[in-house]
């Protein structure tokens, strides 16, 4: 069984205008994103475990989760295909998974297909390809070798075609006997193997294989059909993909396995050809290609059918746009040397093209038919590779790969590519002073970064077969330099292959400027980090005007807003993509499984996120449950407002009382963002609603860049009704134009519930009029706003003063006395954030309220209140004495989930536990050991 996650598809934009006010200029316009679906086998993961662990704590991990390993993988070690038990989705095994210490990474496995080919016109005139490419005049130097290999890993051969059958690579387990006479781990595999159906027989029954193979090497010189790129060479069969033309990830992996077994007797394997790719980022698999790479083994993959630039999402279309230097990525040209029309493409993602549009080839059962797809266009490069191996034997993978990329035909409808060449056979195995130099990293013409984390660079510098000297940087404004280097050091993957690589790691935001050889430049954005802090709760009410975005189950819609909105001090954009499952980005998220998989912070894949509440939410489409945007407001200080109305859950989706409602606000003219929360309880109607209230399966931050984030929250129930987090960058004030002080300077509540006035001065010295929404205590005060002297929200006019009573009552509980000091308060208006801050604030001492500490839901919650707290500590042993927990935080309150350090949850019983608090004045305060009972 499957299930179907929607992605973003950059193409499939359909504008829809949802309001009747037409393009106003204060109304946001709302853009629905389409998406192709990605599927995964339901009941199965992919799981690696760290190096050393032991076999019992993996047996023990999979029994925890009731699953059980069916498959353990070499090529990748440590990495398990596990069945998943009944009543378990791939979800929440994937988070179960990854709370044990001892899991590198889990995930789906995937569903792979051919990469989208169909039969064409026979009108083409046949083997256009091969005359294209010059095919004939390389013939007069080599037509191949049978010592060379190359395995397809696709549908299978028909290993008894007639233009085929001597070409087939032939191992020596041919005998029939049913036994494994080469010990590989698989019977009579003559040809290659079929990990669709478990056997040793790769017999295709697609017909896509076949003629892949056909145009490697279809058999020359034998005066039956057609001839491939090679007249003699030897094709290994690997079955994965069934007669559809579907597979599986683990069975990728198995032939990638299979291949570098094989590779590792003796075999002489240049290259495997993978026609065939899917959405969604693999480490398995990426780990794999990883493995054939060590081996000196070529990856050629198709490019894609999608018609899409690889550049914005690297990992738009897989295997072929994962960044390793032994993959060749293949785009499709048509007859006329054009780019068809079909094929995707990336200056720097994408390396070269070959003929992919009315391809004659070998099918099963003797015939011939015309394909196209980028399917085609690869197997012409996997035949150029082999030619050169046989052209001379002592070639490594790196020779191979810079000949066929430098060797080609330059053409302006390939200036997309990263060579911006066709292949060319006869180039390739002559090749002279031909140089290709061309960035690779950043892919993306303008990227956001962070302060003080390094931006990888490099670039491919070749001369035919070689590297041809390092490649420099330049950052303006400064003029730093960076010299790239290829000597497999850092972040260079590999020394000698001609890939230049080298990091710059700003040191103050601002924005940049990438200088690379021949007037390339990439503009760099590099972004504040943010930090947080509680706010006064002032819900923007949008119920009248906000817009639906008729979002549904993991959707995505793109606004355009009319003013920009401003990120990080130097990032931002008019355009913000908005997701049903709680955030916001201002670029479209790569393609990566499961957005409803929360992560923490960073994540990975991402290159920024606001993440009120990333969550698996449900907004439901054509209904008030849903996600809603409006423009608040006046030039120069309008407010974006995006809202969650009444969405619901995923795993307690009915009845849909069961909601939550929170909402973020962005500010005209600065950065701060706004998160607030009206409503964050999902209620008590399933497990998954206990679980997930209050944030407890949801993750709360800003990443401004990959790598860079400052996290509020990771599944932890910290979320409150009718609260707010303001997030600032802390550059300057927030509101320059207004001072605000408070008298007197300190207030001493002496008993409980104690009522006190403080009197705040606001002055606004601008030229126009602000207006203050709402005020709160700092966050270290034990006191209560009761009522403020006259209501807010209130007017400030340009040049005048305003004095706002407000009456507080400090705390219920002692001890007594409790000081509170000068800024008492952070309020909020519509042109920022200011702070009470006439005198400066005092460094009081240690001062607690009680603290508590209770089970709920799988987690234990600590919260501790007070003035001066510095950090809280939570120490959990059980009976004997042994420590079970033991985590630290700086915030004032701790949701620990009750898992041992080996990813087991703790047994019910009785357990001790220990409070411990730390004070900013060097204050220790350590509770008595206290009983806890967990049920």
């Known amino acids: 069984?499957?299930?179907?996650?929607?992605?973003?598809?950059?193409?499939?934009?359909?504008a829809v205008l949802l309001s009747s006010g037409g393009f106003a200029d204060d109304l946001p316009i709302v853009q629905h994103v389409a998406s192709d679906p990605q599927e995964y086998v339901q009941d199965q993961l992919l799981v690696r475990f760290k190096p050393g662990t032991s076999g019992h704590s993996i047996a023990a991990t999979h029994t925890a989760i009731g699953a059980r390993a069916v498959r353990a993988f070499t090529i990748v070690s440590d990495l398990y295909l596990v069945q998943l038990p009944a009543g378990i989705s791939v979800k929440e095994a994937i988070a179960r998974y990854r709370s044990d210490k001892n899991v590198l990474y889990a995930e789906p496995n995937l569903i792979l297909k051919v990469a989208a080919t169909y039969p064409d016109d026979p009108r083409f005139d046949e083997l256009w390809g091969l005359q294209t490419i010059d095919a004939p005049e390389a013939w007069e130097i080599t037509t191949g070798s049978s010592d060379v290999v190359v395995a397809v890993i696709d549908t299978g051969i028909d290993y008894t075609h007639e233009d085929l059958a001597e070409n087939i690579w032939q191992n020596e387990d041919c005998d029939s006997d049913g036994t494994d006479d080469d010990d590989n781990g698989y019977v009579d595999d003559c040809h290659g193997i079929d990990?669709?159906?478990?056997?040793?027989?790769?017999?295709?029954?697609?017909?896509?294989?076949?003629?892949?193979?056909?145009?490697?090497?279809?058999?020359?010189?034998?005066?039956?059909?057609?001839?491939?790129?090679?007249?003699?060479?030897?094709?290994?069969?690997?079955?994965?993909?069934?007669?559809?033309?579907?597979?599986?990830?683990?069975?990728?992996?198995?032939?990638?396995?299979?291949?570098?077994?094989?590779?590792?007797?003796?075999?002489?394997?240049?290259?495997?050809?993978?026609?065939?790719?899917?959405?969604?980022?693999?480490?398995?698999?990426?780990?794999?290609?990883?493995?054939?790479?060590?081996?000196?083994?070529?990856?050629?993959?198709?490019?894609?059918?999608?018609?899409?630039?690889?550049?914005?999402?690297?990992?738009?279309?897989l295997p072929s746009g994962y960044y390793l230097p032994n993959i060749i990525a293949v785009a499709a040209t048509a007859s006329d040397d054009t780019l068809t029309w079909f094929s995707d493409y990336g200056r720097r993602t994408v390396h070269l093209g070959a003929p992919g549009e009315g391809i004659l080839s070998t099918v099963p059962g003797n015939n011939y038919e015309h394909f196209r797809g980028t399917s085609m266009a690869a197997p012409h490069v996997a035949g150029v590779a082999a030619l050169l191996k046989a052209q001379n034997p002592a070639r490594d993978w790196r020779a191979i790969k810079n000949l066929i990329l430098a060797g080609g035909d330059t053409l302006t409808a390939l200036r997309n590519t990263i060579t911006q060449k066709r292949l060319n056979a006869h180039g390739a195995l002559t090749c002279s002073n031909s140089v290709v130099r061309s960035r690779l990293r950043p892919?993306?013409?303008?990227?956001?970064?962070?302060?003080?984390?390094?931006?990888?660079?490099?670039?491919?510098?070749?001369?035919?077969?070689?590297?041809?000297?390092?490649?420099?940087?330049?950052?303006?404004?400064?003029?730093?330099?960076?010299?790239?280097?290829?000597?497999?050091?850092?972040?260079?993957?590999?020394?000698?292959?001609?890939?230049?690589?080298?990091?710059?790691?700003?040191?103050?935001?601002?924005?940049?400027?990438?200088?690379?050889?021949?007037?390339?430049?990439?503009?760099?954005?590099?972004?504040?980090?943010?930090?947080?802090?509680?706010?006064?709760?002032?819900?923007?009410?949008?119920?009248?005007?906000?817009?639906?975005?008729?979002?549904?189950?993991?959707?995505?819609?793109?606004?355009?807003?009319?003013?920009?909105?401003?990120?990080?001090?130097?990032?931002?954009?008019?355009?913000?993509?908005?997701?049903?499952?709680?955030?916001?980005?201002?670029?479209?998220?790569?393609?990566?499984?499961?957005?409803?998989?929360?992560?923490?912070?960073?994540?990975?894949?991402?290159?920024?996120?606001?993440?009120?509440?990333?969550?698996?939410?449900?907004?439901?489409?054509?209904?008030?449950?849903?996600?809603?945007?409006?423009?608040?407001g006046t030039p120069p200080t309008r407010e974006l407002v995006i809202e969650w109305r009444d969405v619901a859950h995923f795993e307690c989706a009915f009845p849909l009382m069961d909601t939550v409602r929170f909402q973020v606000v962005f500010f005209e003219g600065r950065s701060e963002i706004l998160f607030q929360y009206a409503d964050t309880d999902f209620g008590i109607s399933g497990p998954g609603c206990l679980a997930a209230n209050r944030g407890g399966s949801a993750t709360v931050g800003v990443q401004i860049a990959p790598g860079v984030a400052t996290q509020f929250?990771?599944?932890?129930?910290?979320?409150?009704?009718?609260?707010?987090?303001?997030?600032?960058?802390?550059?300057?004030?927030?509101?320059?134009?207004?001072?605000?002080?408070?008298?007197?300077?300190?207030?001493?509540?002496?008993?409980?519930?104690?009522?006190?006035v403080i009197r705040v001065t606001l002055r606004n010295t601008g030229t126009a009029p602000v207006r203050l929404e709402g005020i709160a205590p700092q966050r270290d005060e034990r006191f209560t706003v009761v009522r403020t002297g006259p209501r807010l929200p209130l007017t400030i006019r340009p040049g005048r003063s305003q004095v706002l009573t407000v009456q507080t009552r400090g705390p219920a509980t002692g001890p007594f006395p409790v000081t509170a000091t000068?800024?008492?308060?952070?309020?909020?208006?519509?042109?920022?954030?200011?702070?009470?801050?006439?005198?400066?604030?005092?460094?009081?001492?240690?001062?607690?309220?009680?603290?508590?500490?209770?089970?709920?839901?799988?987690?234990?919650?600590l919260s501790a209140h007070g003035v001066g707290i510095e950090s809280v500590r939570l120490q959990l042993f059980d009976l004997s004495g042994r420590t079970v927990l033991d985590h630290q935080n700086r915030e004032t309150s701790l949701a620990v989930p009750l898992v041992n350090e080996e990813g087991r949850r703790l047994a019910n019983g009785v357990y001790l536990y220990v409070v411990t608090l730390h004070g900013r004045d060097g204050t220790v305060w350590r509770s008595e050991v206290r009983k806890l009972i967990v049920r």
Request: hydrophobic residues 45%; charged residues 15%; aromatic residues 10%.
């Open 443 to 632: 892919s993306q013409n303008e990227i956001f970064a962070g302060v003080g984390i390094a931006i990888t660079l490099s670039a491919l510098h070749i001369k035919c077969a070689n590297p041809n000297g390092a490649v420099t940087v330049t950052i303006t404004p400064g003029g730093t330099t960076v010299t790239l280097q290829d000597n497999g050091s850092g972040f260079d993957q590999v020394a000698g292959d001609g890939i230049y690589s080298g990091q710059w790691t700003p040191t103050t935001g601002g924005i940049y400027t990438l200088n690379f050889p021949d007037g390339d430049t990439v503009t760099v954005r590099v972004l504040n980090a943010y930090s947080h802090s509680p706010m006064p709760f002032a819900w923007r009410d949008i119920t009248e005007g906000g817009i639906s975005l008729n979002l549904g189950d993991e959707s995505l819609a793109m606004i355009t807003v009319p003013f920009p909105v401003l990120f990080g001090d130097f990032g931002g954009s008019h355009h913000l993509f908005v997701g049903s499952n709680g955030h916001i980005s201002f670029a479209p998220p790569r393609f990566f499984f499961g957005d409803f998989l929360n992560s923490p912070l960073p994540a990975p894949l991402r290159a920024n996120l606001v993440a009120p509440f990333w969550d698996d939410l449900l907004p439901i489409r054509g209904s008030f449950h849903n996600v809603f945007v409006a423009v608040r």
């Open 713 to 756: 929250s990771f599944n932890a129930p910290v979320l409150a009704d009718n609260t707010a987090i303001l997030w600032s960058t802390g550059l300057g004030p927030s509101c320059p134009s207004v001072t605000a002080t408070a008298s007197p300077a300190t207030v001493r509540y002496t008993r409980a519930n104690q009522i006190a």
């Open 822 to 861: 000068s800024p008492y308060f952070t309020l909020v208006l519509d042109c920022g954030v200011v702070t009470t801050a006439g005198e400066p604030r005092l460094l009081g001492p240690l001062q607690l309220e009680p603290v508590h500490v209770e089970v709920r839901s799988g987690y234990v919650q």
């Open 195 to 317: 990990t669709v159906n478990g056997d040793s027989d790769p017999m295709d029954d697609n017909g896509h294989g076949t003629h892949v193979a056909g145009t490697i090497g279809a058999v020359g010189d034998n005066a039956i059909g057609v001839v491939g790129v090679n007249w003699e060479v030897r094709l290994m069969a690997c079955k994965f993909l069934d007669a559809w033309g579907f597979g599986t990830l683990a069975g990728a992996l198995a032939c990638l396995e299979y291949v570098q077994v094989m590779r590792d007797r003796g075999v002489n394997i240049v290259a495997t050809n993978n026609s065939w790719g899917g959405f969604g980022f693999s480490q398995a698999l990426f780990d794999a290609i990883a493995a054939h790479l060590s081996r000196g083994i070529l990856f050629i993959a198709a490019a894609g059918n999608l018609g899409e630039d690889h550049d914005p999402e690297p990992d738009l279309f």
């Open 1 to 14: 069984m499957m299930r179907s996650i929607k992605l973003l598809v950059g193409s499939a934009l359909a």
